[in-house]
């Protein structure tokens, strides 16, 4: 079964910007939805921005114009290009696939996608 991997998390100004990846580990993302989810202490998970299998980018209203999601040309590797990173985009994001390519017909939710990564820490200071 296919594993994802997260990486590049860190720690960053207010304004800066940060990328982080998802690698996937015996598979590809090809054919299916991916998407990137965030979860902050104390609040509950949310939709970040998603591909589906077409290559249509998906994104939450907070991150628009400020996120970029997107994928190699072998499908192995997924990215979230952040800028004007702002204290409430601290959290640890998540990768996710869903392998029925749910993005294609539904909006970006977390329970659409049965297959995680292990998350890495985004720090924004103020």
């Known amino acids: 079964v296919v594993q994802l991997e997260e990486s590049g998390g860190g720690s960053v100004d207010s304004g800066g910007s940060l990328s982080v990846s998802c690698v996937a580990r015996g598979g590809t993302f090809r054919g299916s939805s991916a998407g990137w989810f965030r979860q902050a202490p104390g609040k509950e998970r949310e939709a970040v921005a998603g591909?589906?299998?077409?290559?249509?980018?998906t994104y939450a209203d907070s991150v628009k114009g400020r996120f970029t999601v997107s994928q190699d040309n072998a499908k192995n590797w997924m990215y979230l290009e952040m800028t004007s990173l702002k204290p409430e985009d601290t959290a640890i994001y998540y990768c996710?696939?869903?392998?029925?390519?749910?993005?294609?017909?539904?909006?970006?939710?977390?329970?659409?996608?049965?297959?995680w990564g292990q998350g890495t820490q985004v720090t924004v200071s103020s």
């Open positions: 996710a696939l869903d392998l029925s390519d749910s993005l294609r017909w539904f909006p970006l939710l977390s329970h659409n996608f049965p297959l």
């Open positions: 591909l589906d299998s077409s290559g249509e980018p």
